[in-house]
T-cell receptor
Framework: GAVVSQHPSWVICKSGTSVKIECRSL??????MFWYRQFPKQSLMLMAT?????????EQGVEKDKFLINHASLTLSTLTVTSAHPEDSSFYIC?????????????FGPGTRLTVT | GQNIDQPTEMTATEGAIVQINCTYQ??????LFWYQQHAGEAPTFLSY????GLEEKGRFSSFLSRSKGYSYLLLKELQMKDSASYLC????????????FGAGTQVVVTP
């Protein structure tokens, strides 16, 4: 399976600034990665699918101009939260799907806690 | 789309058994996953069911009935460390493993 890291593990930023979160697949070449967001005491909500070498595909209701995704290599996807606001404060988690038999197993990164003040 | 329902919270005592139910309505079915998530951490994989029946893995078992759109996760011999949120997730067909998650069930284990 894939080992997935995220950086930073937590970040505090001021309202109006931009924050970049990195997701790395350390031992698996990932053409696809997923980005999720989780608010306190809620479940994971899929934000977008990151595709290596092409544009990300966003879920309904997710602003693509606000959450910029770049998947420039087979091991790295970045999520940039632009012009962050307090309501963007959340736990952001990436995952790497790897083939496993007839399906895909998801390997999750440890998550990044974003607090916007 | 997918609609996934599971109870919000369950409480049980140490050493007991707890069953977490999950019902789903989906357009197509490609498998159901259960994950455990401790507060502030990423989810960890527990089980995967794609065919009807029971899958047992140590103290954890998962059951699936595709005709009923129903699954459950059974936790036996509960330990304090089992206090966590348990997430039911359905794989979205033709999607490179994209998952749709239920809201999660918070299990509280008491002494």
């Amino acid at each position: 399976g894939a080992v997935v890291s995220q950086h930073p593990s937590w970040v505090i930023c001021k309202s109006g600034t931009s924050v970049k979160i990195e997701c790395r697949s350390l031992d698996f070449q990932a053409t696809t990665m997923f980005w999720y967001r989780q608010f306190p005491k809620q479940s994971l909500m899929l934000m977008a699918t990151s595709n290596e070498g092409s544009k990300a595909t966003y879920e309904q209701g997710v602003e693509k101009d606000k959450f910029l995704i770049n998947h420039a290599s087979l091991t790295l996807s970045t999520l940039t939260v632009t012009s962050a606001h307090p309501e963007d404060s959340s736990f952001y988690i990436c995952s790497v799907p790897t083939p496993s038999g007839l399906t895909y197993e998801q390997y999750f990164g440890p998550g990044t806690r974003l607090t916007v003040t | 789309g997918q609609n996934i329902d599971q109870p919000t919270e369950m409480t049980a005592t140490e050493g007991a058994i707890v069953q977490i139910n999950c019902t789903y309505q989906t357009s197509g079915f490609n498998g159901l996953f259960w994950y455990q998530q401790h507060a502030g951490e990423a989810p960890t994989f527990l089980s995967y069911n794609v065919l009807d029946g029971l899958e047992e893995k140590g103290r954890f078992s998962s059951f699936l009935s595709r005709s009923k759109g129903y699954s459950y996760l059974l936790l036996k011999e509960l330990q304090m460390k089992d206090s966590a949120s348990y997430l039911c997730a359905v794989r979205v067909p033709d999607s490179w493993g994209k998952l749709q998650f239920g809201a999660g069930t918070q299990v509280v284990v008491t002494p």
